[in-house]
C-alpha cells in the first residue's frame, strides 16, 4: 500500500501537469488540439474579440475593508 505522502505528491503533480498544459493551451493561437486522442476546438478569433472587449470595459470590483 502507498503510503499517504506518495499519494498527495501523486495527485499535486498530475493536477499541476492538467492546469500546466491548459494554461498552454489557453495561450496558444491554435484553432484545435488533438492530444492523446481528446480533441479540442475552439474559436481563437472570437475569445481575442472577447479579451480585447474585458481590457475595453473594464468592471468595478467591490471590495469590502
Not at 28 to 40: F, P
Amino acid at each position: 500500500m502507498l503510503d499517504n505522502a506518495v499519494i498527495v505528491l501523486i495527485i499535486t503533480t498530475s493536477s499541476n501537469l492538467i492546469f500546466g498544459l491548459a494554461k498552454i493551451i489557453a495561450k496558444s493561437k491554435c484553432t484545435e488540439v488533438s492530444c492523446c486522442g481528446c480533441m479540442i476546438k475552439r474559436d481563437a478569433t472570437l475569445e481575442e474579440k472577447e479579451n480585447e472587449f474585458e481590457i475595453m470595459h473594464p468592471q468595478n470590483k467591490i471590495t469590502t475593508e
